[in-house]
């Protein structure tokens, strides 16, 4: 389950002007105590309430600072949308483990999701559910500022940030529109693969309910849904065209297939 929603008591704690827009340093708490540090990207010329892009990061050590995150933000911004891109856990400005003077069981993001992941499974809670809170709390955060329109809000992110966008469209409806990049493939594809993935990227009991990574997304139907990925991804470009074929039957009979798109880029991961 989760929390209650509590006050955010969110703090812009700089900015940065560069021209086209401006980044506005902001923290919140996404639970008590739980502090989220995130960028907000505000074009120059706003005439109104512009439509909004919840960024989400994948697993970069440098979390928002990554320099391909920053792109895609600045790329956004300068077309217009208000973004706002956040540091997932234990990642950017959130090292969990500070001050630990032995890190090598965690040395890395991914083995830091996947300590915290297994001690949370002890206590029956899964760890992609605070990665889904912290990223619900942020949209709370988008949407309460005025330059957002409310009724044109996106959420993307690459790689463990489509693993997060996938669950975030799914779980929020306050997002009207969804761009998964790098992430949905299949289960079995995965597992055929031997591909190592982090705890929140298997949630409790999808296999044994018969859900497929697609189906989240599914969900959300008619709702505007592009899926991403690369021909040479190791997230398998196999089970990437199977998820495509069968979001597009969907919405197809839905009478909405113009509200569904994929594009397989010829690269690799990313």
Not at 8 to 29: M, N, P, Q, S, W
Not at 196 to 222: K, S
Request: one cysteine or more; aromatic letters at 8%.
């Amino acid at each position: 389950p989760l929390p209650n929603r509590t006050a955010l008591d969110a703090t812009v704690t700089g900015i940065l002007r560069r021209g086209a827009f401006r980044i506005e340093k902001v923290t919140f708490e996404s639970r008590p105590g739980v502090l989220v540090t995130a960028n907000l990207y505000l074009p120059a010329a706003l005439d109104g309430p512009a439509p909004a892009v919840l960024g989400t990061c994948g697993h970069s050590e440098d979390g928002k600072a990554e320099a391909r995150y920053q792109q895609f933000c600045q790329r956004l911004a300068k077309a217009g949308f208000v973004v706002l891109i956040y540091d997932p856990i234990n990642q950017g400005e959130r090292d969990q483990y500070h001050g630990l003077p032995e890190r090598a069981a965690i040395n890395g993001c991914v083995a830091a999701h996947n300590m915290m992941g297994k001690q949370m499974e002890l206590l029956g809670d899964w760890f992609g559910a605070w990665r889904l809170w912290d990223g619900m709390r942020a949209l709370d955060y988008l949407l309460s500022r005025p330059e957002v329109d409310p009724t044109r809000v996106g959420v993307t992110g690459n790689s463990g940030g489509g693993t997060m966008s996938t669950w975030l469209f799914a779980a929020d409806d306050r997002l009207t529109m969804g761009a998964p990049s790098c992430f949905i493939t299949t289960f079995l594809r995965n597992l055929e693969n031997e591909e190592p993935a982090d705890v929140e990227q298997y949630p409790p009991t999808a296999l044994a309910r018969g859900l497929e990574m697609v189906d989240f997304v599914l969900g959300r139907a008619p709702a505007p849904l592009i899926l991403l990925g690369q021909r040479n991804d190791f997230f398998d470009r196999r089970g990437f065209e199977q998820a495509t074929c069968e979001a597009r039957r969907i919405y197809e009979l839905l009478g909405a297939g113009e509200h569904f798109a994929a594009h397989l880029g010829a690269h690799g991961h990313g």
